[in-house]
Antibody, heavy 118, light 106 residues
C-alpha cells in the first residue's frame, strides 16, 4: 500500500513537501518514483530514486526545483518541491518500481493534489 | 528526449469488440515499453511490460506486441470494465508516457 500526503494549495514561488508512506513490501529493496497528472491531462514522470537512495534522476521540467528522497527506516518516500509554478498543478502519485530491469511501475498510490495558484 | 505518440486519442467501441491501440516512439526503444490502464479518479494500473509480458493478474484478453519504434496494445474482446484511458510508457531512456487513448462506449 502506498499513501501520499502533503498535497495543498500553495502560491507561485512557494514550497511544499509530499510524503508517501509505504507498507506491504520491503521498501528498501525497490526504486521509487513520483509521477504527476495535471487536471484532465496525461501522465508525466517526475523523478526516480534508487533503493538505497544513492541515485536520483529528474525530468527536465522539475530539475533544480524538486528533490526526491527516502527514509528506509520509516518506509517513506518524499518529494520536496521548491519555486512552484502554476504548471506544477497536478495530482502527484508515488509509484513503486517493478522487480527486475526497467523503470516501470507495478504499484501506485491514490495521489495527492497540489494546486499552485495565487 | 524520447517522445511517445499514441493513436487514436479516442476510440469508440462496443462490448465484445476487438480493440487495438498504437504507440510510436521517436527513436528505437527496443522492447522497453509498458502499458497502463487508468479509470476515472483512479491511479494507473500496470497491464503489460517489456512490450509483450502480461502483468500478473491481468486478464488474458490484453496483449502487447512490437519492438523498436512501433507497438500495439490489443484487447481481444472488450468488457465493461475496460472502458478507460490507456497509456504507453517508454523506459529505454528515463521515462516518457504517451498522451493516452480513451476507450469510450459506442
Amino acid at each position: 500500500q502506498l499513501v501520499e500526503s502533503g498535497g495543498d494549495l500553495v502560491q507561485p514561488g512557494g514550497a511544499l513537501r509530499l510524503s508517501c508512506a509505504v507498507s506491504g513490501f520491503t521498501f528498501s529493496s525497490f526504486g521509487m518514483n513520483w509521477v504527476r497528472q495535471a487536471p484532465g491531462k496525461g501522465l508525466e514522470w517526475v523523478s526516480i530514486i534508487s533503493d538505497s537512495g544513492g541515485a536520483a534522476f529528474y525530468a527536465d521540467s522539475v530539475k533544480g526545483r524538486f528533490t526526491i528522497s527516502r527514509d528506509n527506516s520509516k518506509n517513506t518516500l518524499y518529494l520536496q518541491m521548491n519555486n512552484l509554478r502554476a504548471e506544477d498543478t497536478a495530482i502527484y502519485y508515488c509509484a513503486k518500481q517493478a522487480p527486475g530491469t526497467g523503470w516501470f511501475f507495478d504499484y501506485w498510490g491514490q495521489g495527492a493534489l497540489v494546486t499552485v495558484s495565487s | 528526449d524520447i517522445q511517445m505518440s499514441q493513436s487514436p486519442s479516442t476510440l469508440s467501441a462496443s462490448v465484445g469488440d476487438r480493440v487495438t491501440i498504437t504507440c510510436r516512439a521517436s527513436q528505437s526503444i527496443h522492447d522497453w515499453l509498458a502499458w497502463y490502464q487508468q479509470r476515472p479518479g483512479k491511479a494507473p494500473k500496470l497491464l503489460i511490460y517489456k512490450a509483450s509480458s502480461l502483468e500478473s493478474g491481468v486478464p488474458l484478453r490484453f496483449s502487447g506486441s512490437g519492438s523498436g519504434t512501433e507497438f500495439t496494445l490489443t484487447i481481444s474482446s472488450l468488457q465493461p470494465d475496460d472502458f478507460a484511458t490507456y497509456y504507453c510508457q517508454q523506459y529505454n531512456s528515463y521515462s516518457t508516457f504517451g498522451q493516452g487513448t480513451k476507450v469510450e462506449i459506442k
